[in-house]
């Protein structure tokens, strides 16, 4: 189901609850809402009012993914960036890693597997901007 964004910085600003196979339909009125949306190439839930870690992206190809309690690992080759966020007005400089190492759970037949995966480039910035925003972190 498509949800309406939320800019209140009071909700973005809190740390997500780890998430649940229940949180399956959340998943995908992340990805229903994201797939509305005029240049949105990835949202979290806390973007649409569910202070929960779960986080979809799309890909080249358009393919959505979701990934629930991602947590960077590691990063390499840090530079400094210029984003925007669907839910905040104005552009923001954030420090992105070029290659990040990341962990988070896939939902697999109504249970969680846990995964590891490397990511790189536009995907790499992302995942970054997402875990930010299961993290509570605003810019």
């Known amino acids: 189901m498509i949800k ?5 910085e009071a909700i973005l600003s809190q740390k997500c609850e780890p998430a649940t196979p229940e949180d399956a339909e959340l998943a995908q009125d992340l990805i229903d809402t994201a797939a509305s949306l ?3 190439s990835c949202l979290a839930a806390n973007q649409i009012g569910v202070t ?3 986080v979809v992206y ?7 993914h ?3 309690n991602p947590k960077v690992l590691m990063g390499i080759r840090p530079s400094k960036v210029v984003e925007g966020c669907m839910t905040r007005d104005e552009f923001s400089q954030v420090t992105r890693y070029a290659k990040v190492k990341v962990t988070f759970d896939e939902l697999v037949d109504g249970v969680f597997k ?3 995966r490397d990511f790189t480039g536009w995907t790499a910035q992302m995942v970054q901007h997402m875990v930010d925003h299961c993290n509570g972190k605003l810019v």
Do not use: M
């Not at 309406?4 to 209140?8: A, C, F, I, N, T």
């Open 38 to 40: 005029d240049d949105c």
């Open 114 to 116: 846990p995964r590891r």
């Open 52 to 54: 929960k870690a779960v």
């Open 4 to 8: 309406e964004l939320v800019k209140d």
């Open 66 to 68: 979701v990934l629930y």
């Open 58 to 64: 799309f890909d080249d190809d358009e393919t959505p």
